[in-house]
């Protein structure tokens, strides 16, 4: 059974920092492009960051600078370093592996809230 299980979300202030993960299992970890999206309210959903197997990155150019992406294939996780967040961060992030030929697989997303 696949999963992608998110978690690190929740309330931040202008400025803070939170650390999203995302476990992955079910699947061949390793060969899968993985990538942070998120859906803010009323907006369609967008790409934040995206990791391949060989640790190249690609950010939105919104998140440059702010936000960092990394993967732990040990542990078939990614990750999302989130600095100074700000109040147009907040949005429900979501965990995306895609693969060329292969089905995709979405996380259920966790909430971010940047507010004060």
């Known amino acids: 059974q696949v999963q992608l299980v998110e978690s690190g979300g929740g309330l931040v202030q202008p400025g803070g920092s939170l650390r999203l993960s995302c476990a992955a299992s079910g699947f061949t970890f390793s060969g899968y492009v993985m990538s942070w ?11 934040v960051a995206a990791i391949t197997s060989a ?24 990750y999302l ?3 100074s967040l700000n109040p147009e961060d907040t949005a429900v992030y979501y965990c995306y592996a ?3 030929g292969f089905v995709t697989y979405w996380g259920q997303g966790t909430q971010v809230t940047v507010s004060s």
């Open 98 to 100: 895609q693969r060329r």
């Open 81 to 83: 370093q989130m600095n």
């Open 55 to 78: 640790g190249s990155t690609n950010y939105a150019d919104f998140v440059k600078g702010r936000f960092t992406i990394s993967r732990d294939v040990a542990k078939n996780t990614v």
């Open 37 to 47: 999206r998120r859906q803010a309210p009323g907006k369609e959903r967008e790409l």
